[in-house]
């Protein structure tokens, strides 16, 4: 178990004589460490990625490790903050854990998801180009905030989703990978540049499965979760006027019941 560590350089605005401040970090630290679990760089998920040659395009030869090891140390003196996962299934709270530590710390986290963007007045708003927390790492990770500081040392919080999930109406197997994919879908993310017409551009991007040097596993009551997704799944098709998908799966317990019972009888055969 590692222990957290708030920057002092980043949380030094935080610090008032004001009691009611004292108290309001005080609670949101305490939210924020009772709802993520720490993993050292010797669980086995960073096992697989020390010392599993896990995808071509990334092999673990001899020269690669070393060239890895300098910049690790490279950014270790240049007081960079290496990288450590906030791994969860979605809609599990990945975000309000990522804001309340940036409102704790002052300071940003990252993301694999080059969209995902939190304004000065700490708002989520879309990002037309993604800013990546690394000078050149332009396959990521990317700030979440581009008004705070990255953290000076330390390990920068970074949200990943890896695989095997789904966001809409998917078969059971498409939520079970080997390891190894698992782990490319952790390194896996997008970055966004903004266009001449103000749109924005996709790209899908993928950053060395060695920069991360710890992990924080986020879990969420499943059956919460299964709310959740209903919701999302809601949003999704009210948002393009799905009536259809709306009028028979309404917002409420009747509307998730029924589409739980379509989804169990669609997919019983497979499960």
Known sequence: MAKITLPSQCNSNELSTSPKRITTSRRLIA???????FFSAT???????????VTNNHPATPTNTAIRSSERHRRHLAGLPGVAWLMS??????TYTERLVESVTQCTVATNYGHEHVN?????????????????GKNGPFRLSTSKPIPPGGFILTKTHCGGYCFSD??????ILP????????VRGARFEEREDG???????????????????????????VVSRFHHEYKTHDNVHDQGWVSRYTNGPEGFRAWCKDADERYKEQE
């Open 31 to 37: 939210v924020a460490t009772s709802t993520i679990l």
């Open 43 to 53: 669980t086995c998920i960073i096992g697989i990625i020390k010392y599993r040659n």
């Open 89 to 94: 299934f979605p809609n599990s709270g990945t």
């Open 120 to 136: 000065d007045a700490g708002e989520l708003e879309p990002a037309l180009t993604s800013t990546p927390v690394f000078e050149g």
């Open 170 to 175: 998917c078969p059971p197997h498409w939520y």
């Open 179 to 186: 390891p190894a994919d698992y782990l490319q879908e952790c």
């Open 199 to 225: 749109t924005s551009e996709r790209f899908w991007v993928q950053y060395d499965p060695v920069i991360p040097r710890r992990a924080v596993h986020l879990f969420r009551d499943p059956f919460d979760n």
